[in-house]
Each structure stands twice: as structure tokens, then as C-alpha cells.
């Protein structure tokens, strides 16, 4: 039920853009390039878009497996958690319907700002960092993600009986953002 709650979430989100939408983001993204825009620019939009809606509906549904692996890894293995995976995966893909709704209720700041990726991060409370670690970090910190790992910790700590909802949310916190740590490392070696 979940997992097709958070398909039918992931296609509305593409879907409610639009494709005309789609093709004024490209032709802005040429013109600001100093590219020319092709003729043919609108079957490049529809190719998007379309993408977009079927990436979607796949997209929550491997988040939510993959994600459960990794907590079960880090809950189950190396803490010593009682449960199963399929308990995980049953926290976890609930837990992923704050980020799959947030990506619904952020589409009127998206449509605003032109900027089809915007999203709230820790970074919108830094506006003065300069480029550079800190404030990839930052960008790549997304409160709604943050609040989600804080629902699996909770479950996982419900799950367990033993634990407490303060450990389970430290460790489902904390495992995120050495994630975190380690791709912001990683994007800002190698822009420059």
C-alpha cells in the first residue's frame, strides 16, 4: 500500500509540472549556455518529461529496499537490533512519505523559482557561505531527509523494545550524515 502510495506520488510530481514547463527549462538552460535551440526542442521535452514520470515511479520504491538494506546493515548488524529486514523496510518506506509529500507541497516554490531541483536544505539558512565545503555539506542536508532518518531511528528503536528512541534516532541520524559528509566530500573534490 505504501510503496504504491509513494509510485502515485513520484508520477504526480513530473506530471504536475508539466511538458510545457519542461520545454521553457530547456530552452532557458540553451539560451543561458549560449547554445542555439534546436527546432526539435519540444520532442526533447516530451522525451524528459516522460522519462521523468517513469523514473519516478520506479525511483520511491528502490529508495525505500535500498534504504532498508543499509538500516539493516547498521541497526541489525552492527548494533545488534532486534527485528528484520522486512520490518525496516516497512518503517522505511512509511518513513519515506515525508520526502515523497514534501516533493509535492515544494512544487509551488519550484514552479516560482524556475529551479525544478529546489528543495529546503540546511544551506537556505546560510545564504552568505561561499562555494566550498561547508556549504555543499549543507546543500546536500535536506531537512525533510532529516526528518525521515528521525522516523526510521523512532522505529527501529519501537521495533527493538530494548532501545532507546534517542539511540535509534542518533544512529539513523548520524549514519545519514557520514553519508552525507562522504558524497559532499566527493561532489566538491571533484568541482573544482
Same mark, same amino acid.
Given at each position: 500500500?505504501?510503496?504504491?502510495?509513494?509510485?502515485?506520488?513520484?508520477?504526480?510530481?513530473?506530471?504536475?509540472?508539466?511538458?510545457?514547463?519542461?520545454?521553457?527549462?530547456?530552452?532557458?538552460?540553451?539560451?543561458?549556455?549560449?547554445?542555439?535551440?534546436?527546432?526539435?526542442?519540444?520532442?526533447?521535452?516530451?522525451?524528459?518529461?516522460?522519462?521523468?514520470? @517513469?523514473? %519516478?515511479?520506479?525511483?520511491?520504491? *528502490?529508495? !525505500? #529496499? $535500498?534504504?532498508?538494506? &543499509?538500516?539493516?546493515?547498521?541497526?541489525? +548488524?552492527?548494533?545488534?537490533?532486534?527485528?528484520?529486514?522486512?520490518?525496516?523496510?516497512?518503517?522505511? @518506506?512509511? %518513513?519515506?512519505?515525508?520526502?515523497? *509529500?514534501? !516533493? #509535492? $507541497?515544494?512544487?509551488? &516554490?519550484?514552479?516560482?523559482?524556475?529551479? +525544478?531541483?529546489?528543495?529546503?536544505?540546511?544551506?537556505?539558512?546560510?545564504?552568505?557561505?561561499?562555494?566550498?565545503?561547508?556549504?555543499?555539506?549543507?546543500?546536500?542536508?535536506?531537512?525533510?531527509?532529516?526528518?525521515?532518518?528521525?522516523?526510521?531511528?523512532?522505529?527501529?528503536?519501537?521495533?527493538?523494545?530494548?532501545?532507546?528512541?534517542?539511540?535509534?534516532?542518533?544512529?539513523?541520524?548520524?549514519?545519514?550524515?557520514?553519508?552525507?559528509?562522504?558524497?559532499?566530500?566527493?561532489?566538491?573534490?571533484?568541482?573544482?
Amino acid at each position: 500500500m505504501v510503496g504504491a502510495l509513494l509510485a502515485a506520488i513520484g508520477v504526480l510530481v513530473p506530471g504536475l509540472f508539466g511538458l510545457e514547463a519542461f520545454e521553457e527549462t530547456i530552452r532557458d538552460s540553451m539560451v543561458e549556455a549560449g547554445q542555439d535551440v534546436p527546432a526539435d526542442v519540444s520532442t526533447w521535452a516530451l522525451v524528459s518529461w516522460t522519462v521523468g514520470v @517513469a523514473a %519516478a515511479a520506479i525511483f520511491w520504491p *528502490v529508495v !525505500a #529496499v $535500498l534504504s532498508a538494506g &543499509l538500516y539493516a546493515l547498521v541497526f541489525l +548488524f552492527l548494533f545488534g537490533y532486534e527485528g528484520s529486514f522486512r520490518q525496516l523496510l516497512n518503517i522505511t @518506506a512509511h %518513513a519515506l512519505l515525508v520526502p515523497a *509529500v514534501a !516533493a #509535492v $507541497l515544494l512544487i509551488p &516554490l519550484r514552479v516560482v523559482t524556475g529551479d +525544478f531541483t529546489a528543495s529546503l536544505t540546511a544551506a537556505a539558512f546560510f545564504p552568505f557561505l561561499e562555494d566550498g565545503f561547508l556549504l555543499t555539506l549543507l546543500t546536500f542536508t535536506d531537512l525533510f531527509n532529516l526528518w525521515c532518518y528521525a522516523l526510521v531511528g523512532l522505529g527501529a528503536a519501537l521495533m527493538d523494545g530494548r532501545k532507546s528512541v534517542g539511540q535509534g534516532v542518533t544512529i539513523s541520524v548520524a549514519t545519514a550524515l557520514i553519508i552525507t559528509v562522504v558524497v559532499a566530500a566527493v561532489v566538491n573534490a571533484f568541482s573544482g
